[in-house]
């Protein structure tokens, strides 16, 4: 039985009712450059490969663990740390607060990567790259449950787009910085090294943000510090414009569920088998695209020339998606992406010349993009404000988990099977993601937060 509407419950509803201005649009862009340094750390797993390689600190070889290539350990290290992050520590956010648990794990990765830049051996990479994974795995979990307490339903979908934009501009920067510097040693120093250390930035932007974005009103108001959280709203309501008409909305109180409970744990099972196999489709790809290139005959040159070009669609990709993101369920936005990755892949699989490994290449990743925006915001509206760092992060925590195993199933593939093989464990795994969405998955457009977890 619903509670008549709380203090707290009335807090949502004014942001609900609140007006979508360029204050709305600019916290948005705040929370998501903190996720672009994270974004740019995670996808050096791809592109720092190529300069460890060169400085033979990776060997090509099977001479890694498990009798693969060291960039699966290196991949696998990162997602194991990512792992732990989310499944033991995300829930900190739920304790804490975003606003602090955002900082501070920030900061975290950000020592951690710093550190790792002055490794010189195989095995000290793989251990800072795991502690900076613990950091990047809270990160990302905070992000989307501040993004989602923030904005009202009507643009839910689309805030994600736009944060999807902001953060993958990190992508083709990393991989324009390996292009470039990778085969140079500026000043004696190898390239992989400068690449590493400009994630140094994120320590000057992170207390920019701090001081730029306010605690999660939503937040505050579950730990019953209501004065804190209305003080935010004023603020945010004088910066709106006084003359726009709010809609007139009927509160739904959000249940507090806790996780254990029947309708809680019945998403929480649709989005782990989601999470586990989603993320063989984006890191297979995006980790492993240089080597995948090299597998299809490009060189070390080449295949980071090709990688750019297919990068600039991260960011391109969901701007472009910005248009309709709110117009379609984003059940049904996660299913069609899936089947755009397996089609696409399968393709791209079968290219050995330029233009049209590019062209496919951008369609996986376009694809890529449109599932990561569509479901960070479907995982978020899924589960309430009290839990919902917790849930999230143990949901997520399962890409994490699978991203570790996948990266020595990825190595084994490409090392006997070549492309063809990965894309086709990719394609396999992205059948399932249509499946339990599409048949499993609950319907979430236009409804509130408190609305969809209040039964």
Excluded at 46 to 57: D, E, V
Excluded at 184 to 195: E, M, Q, S
Aim: aromatic share 16%; proline share 4%.
């Amino acid at each position: 039985m619903i509670s008549p509407t709380s203090e707290s419950d009335k807090i949502g509803l004014r942001l609900e009712r609140m007006p979508v201005t360029k204050t709305t649009w600019y916290l948005i862009f705040l929370l998501s450059i903190g996720a672009f340094f994270e974004i740019y750390d995670i996808f050096l797993t791809a592109y720092l490969s190529p300069g460890l390689l060169r400085s033979k600190i990776f060997s090509a070889t099977s001479h890694g663990l498990f009798g693969l290539s060291d960039q699966a350990t290196f991949a696998a290290s990162t997602f194991a740390g990512l792992f732990l992050g989310t499944i033991l520590f995300s829930s900190a956010a739920d304790r804490f607060g975003r606003r602090s648990i955002f900082t501070w794990s920030l900061l975290w990765y950000t020592i951690a990567t710093l550190v790792m830049a002055m490794q010189s051996t195989a095995i000290n990479i793989f251990i800072w790259r795991f502690i900076a994974g613990i950091g990047i795995g809270v990160e990302l979990v905070t992000i989307d449950a501040y993004i989602a307490e923030f904005v009202p339903k009507q643009i839910r979908v689309r805030a994600f787009a736009f944060n999807a934009f902001v953060q993958f501009l990190a992508i083709p920067t990393a991989a324009l910085l390996a292009w470039i510097l990778i085969p140079l040693d500026p000043f004696g120093i190898a390239g992989w090294r400068w690449i590493t250390l400009i994630s140094a930035f994120a320590a000057i932007a992170v207390w920019f943000i701090r001081i730029n974005v306010p605690e999660s009103p939503r937040w505050l108001a579950t730990k019953g510090r209501m004065k804190e959280a209305e003080a935010i709203l004023d603020i945010l309501e004088k910066k709106a414009a006084s003359s726009v008409q709010q809609p007139v909305l009927t509160a739904t109180p959000e249940a507090h569920h806790q996780i254990m409970h029947p309708s809680i744990k019945g998403r929480i099972i649709i989005m782990v088998i989601f999470q586990f196999f989603q993320t063989i489709g984006f890191y297979g790809f995006g980790n492993w695209l240089p080597a995948l290139l090299a597998a299809n005959g490009a060189t070390v040159v080449h295949s980071l020339k090709y990688s750019f070009a297919i990068a600039l669609a991260y960011p391109i990709a969901p701007l472009i998606s910005f248009l309709w993101a709110d117009k379609f369920e984003a059940k049904w936005q996660i299913v069609f992406s899936a089947l755009g990755i397996a089609s696409f892949g399968l393709i791209f699989s079968q290219q050995t010349s330029p233009f049209p490994t590019i062209v496919f290449g951008i369609l996986v990743t376009f694809s890529n993009c449109s599932l990561s925006y569509s479901y960070h915001a479907y995982q978020t509206e899924l589960f309430p404000t009290s839990i919902r760092a917790k849930t999230v992060g143990f949901c997520y925590s399962w890409s994490r988990f699978s991203t570790i195993l996948s990266s020595y199933m990825i190595a084994f593939c490409l090392q006997h099977f070549g492309s063809k093989g990965v894309f086709s464990f990719i394609a396999l795994s992205m059948l399932i993601v249509m499946a339990v969405i599409g048949i499993f998955g609950p319907s979430t457009r236009n409804r509130s937060l408190e609305s969809l977890t209040s039964s």
